[in-house]
């Protein structure tokens, strides 16, 4: 499975983003998605996950700021994110799991496929 990222950037406190992934190759192998965020000296961490069923789930530091779609036709997945801190900038990374993987396992371990990453900063 190949990820490609799209839509990340420079923007002020209080602006919106919004981060798109498009998969291809083995598609049919693909279960549940995410979004992850590596800031400068930290660990990769979880920001959303959502099954190929639509079921959504987010990390606490998200606060209600964020939200995670995908569209199973087109094969993309989409991360729209407003109301942005300065605490936000990292470099953005779409993640897709085989079936079966599932979200509290997206959350605890690394793994599946990624995408070359997107940077996003906020700042004014």
């Known amino acids: 499975v190949q990820l490609a990222e799209y839509g990340g950037g420079l923007v002020q406190p209080g602006g919106s983003l919004r981060l798109s992934c498009e998969a291809s190759?083995?598609?049919?192998?693909?279960?549940?998605m995410g979004w992850y965020r590596q800031a400068p000296g930290k660990q990769r961490e979880l920001v959303a996950a959502?099954?190929?069923?639509?079921?959504?789930d987010y990390a606490d530091f998200v606060e209600g700021r964020f939200t995670i779609s995908r569209d199973n036709r087109k094969n993309s997945l989409f991360l729209q994110m407003d109301f942005l801190k300065p605490e936000d900038t990292a470099v953005y990374y779409c993640?897709?799991?085989?079936?079966?993987?599932?979200?509290?396992?997206?959350?605890?371990?690394?793994?599946?496929?990624w995408g070359q990453g997107t940077q996003v900063t906020v700042s004014s």
């Open positions: 993640n897709a799991r085989k079936r079966g993987i599932t979200i509290p396992t997206m959350r605890a371990r690394l793994g599946g496929s």
């Open positions: 959502v099954t190929s069923g639509g079921t959504t």
């Open positions: 190759g083995n598609i049919f192998t693909i279960g549940a």
